[in-house]
């Protein structure tokens, strides 16, 4: 069975400019989760999809970052534009709607220059 | 401030070491666990501990769930190369799975 797909795996962009990553996660998950983890640190939440819902995005910086998943299925995240702060590696991981384990993609690395 | 604190936050040993990962919270938790992640990887999960006091034991990997489940700690026996990586302990509130992951403790162990 796949795993949680990411891609790009890897981003080099710009400041100022914009960018996007796509997930699709394993099949049958209804739970979607996109966090972002900064070198040497603990992953930490952006966004949470319960199916095409939007359950918890408080910690998601709405000015300049958006997430969309509208058939429920994959999802993509948005930023812009980017900082130079941005730069991080932004995984994405799902889990049957009953909870349990969460399995995490490969994520994706954003270097903004 | 990250509400799981690890220690250490580096840890290099020689293969055949023992160690021993902390991760502590001033909050409660219905559940806590243990990733392990490699470069270029998302995490990957080792063990759930749920009860007050539980010890789960993984291959040369032992968890354990302190009594008033605000911290947990990670022993390895015996480290091989392979160890290496990060490890992560992730907590969550409720049944709803949302975790709340601590910053991590990168080790590496040397041949």
């Known amino acids: 069975e796949a795993g949680v797909v990411q891609s790009p795996r890897y981003k080099i962009i710009e400041k100022k400019q914009p960018v996007a990553f796509w997930c699709n996660p394993i099949?049958?998950?209804?739970?979607l989760y996109w966090y972002l983890q900064n070198l040497g640190q603990g992953p930490e939440l952006l966004i949470r999809y319960e199916n095409e819902e939007a359950v918890d995005d408080s910690q998601l910086p709405k000015d300049r970052f958006s997430a969309e998943r509208l058939k429920g299925v994959d999802s993509t995240l948005k930023i812009q534009p980017a900082e130079l702060g941005d730069s991080a590696v932004y995984l994405c991981a799902s889990t049957p709607a009953w909870g349990g384990e969460q399995f995490f993609g490969p994520g994706t690395r954003l270097t903004v220059l | 401030t990250q509400l799981l604190e690890q220690s250490p936050q580096f840890l290099s040993i020689q293969e055949g070491e023992n160690l021993t990962v902390y991760c502590n919270s001033s909050?409660?938790?219905?559940?806590l666990q243990w990733y392990r992640q490699e470069p270029g990887e998302g995490p990957v999960l080792l063990v759930t501990?749920?009860?007050?006091?539980e010890v789960k034991k993984l291959k040369r990997l032992t968890f354990q769930f302190g009594d008033a489940r605000k911290d947990s700690s990670l022993h390895i026996t015996a480290a091989q190369p392979g160890d290496t990586g990060l490890y992560l302990c992730a907590g969550a509130w409720n049944a709803g799975n949302m975790l709340t992951f601590g910053g991590g403790t990168r080790l590496m162990v040397k041949p």
């Open positions: 501990v749920v009860t007050g006091g």
């Open positions: 099949s049958g998950h209804n739970t």
């Open positions: 909050s409660v938790f219905s559940s």
